[in-house]
């Protein structure tokens, strides 16, 4: 049954992808075991519903906008891991997975005086963690949060843990964004990427850097882990309407964000 439906949601996919390097040339997963399936280089668990792939090391020391990038894309040069798994494997996976994308706002809505429009606003759904698998100084395997590699450079407060959002990216003209910028997960928000940290300044795309000491070396493999958070309660101030409208806006917000 999940490979029959890869295949469909695969077929289906491809119709709106970008051509380019790097594309899926099978989309069906591969049973490996009970608790493991893979889909190209991407491992998923039918059961816990996690999803891992390896990565590198990309960059250790300049301003960064993503954290996860395929490597075929454009955005490579600002992200701090790179993978040979695409967007597109992800999202299928995610899929096949029953992961529900969040509907929450990405970026502020303003009015004509350039005002913001209160705050982002937020169903809660989508929830989830990113997490890194790797060899420590020791020798020793580690697994901690990637946001911990990760801070703005203006506060010194790391990305950190939980903060992370399955927003879904977007179809736009036929072009699947995540496929044609190869953006996976971003620190700066974007509505193309399939994932998005939402901290404060995560709107700001001077903030964020590599943590020295944190960062093992350029090219060193890890393995980038996915797993899905359960939906969380917002604040009314904050929360979606059902069907993903927006609450009616208020006259005063103190904190748009």
Same mark, same amino acid.
Request: proline share 8%; charged share 30%; hydrophobic share 35%.
């Given at each position: ?12 996919? #491809? ?13 069906? /997963?591969?049973?490996? *075991? ?27 020391? &300049? ?15 600002? *992200? ?11 999202? #299928? ?8 994308? *969040? ?15 209160? /705050? ?51 179809? #736009? ?41 944190? &960062?093992? /070396? ?6 980038? #882990? ?32």
């Amino acid at each position: 049954m999940l490979a029959g439906a890869a295949a469909a949601l695969g077929a289906a996919a #491809i119709a709106a992808q970008d051509e380019g390097p790097g594309e899926a040339a099978d989309l069906k /997963p591969l049973k490996v *075991s009970e608790t493991e399936y893979k889909l190209g280089e991407l491992s998923f668990n039918p059961k816990t519903r996690e999803i891992w792939f390896p990565c590198r090391v990309n960059q250790d020391e &300049v301003v960064l906008e993503y954290a996860i990038c395929d490597e075929f894309r454009g955005k490579l040069h600002e *992200s701090l891991l790179s993978t040979k798994v695409t967007p597109l494997e992800i999202q #299928i996976a995610m899929k096949l997975l029953r992961w529900e994308a *969040s509907g929450r706002d990405v970026y502020l809505r303003y009015d004509e005086e350039g005002r913001p429009l209160g /705050p982002l606003r937020d169903d809660g759904k989508g929830r989830m963690e990113i997490l890194v698998r790797h060899k420590g100084a020791d020798g020793k395997e580690v697994t901690e949060p990637l946001g911990n590699w990760v801070h703005n450079e203006r506060t010194g407060v790391p990305v950190g843990e939980r903060v992370w959002t399955y927003t879904g990216s977007k179809v #736009i003209d036929g072009h699947f964004l995540a496929t044609a910028d190869g953006a996976i997960a971003a620190v700066y928000r974007y509505e193309g990427a399939l994932c998005n940290a939402f901290n404060p300044g995560s709107d700001n795309d001077e903030l964020w850097f590599p943590i020295e000491g944190k &960062v093992p /070396p350029l090219d060193t493999e890890v393995v980038a #882990i996915f797993r899905p958070l359960p939906d969380v309660e917002v604040p009314e101030a904050r929360r979606l309407a059902p069907g993903g409208d927006p609450q009616p806006e208020k006259e005063s917000q103190k904190d748009p964000e």
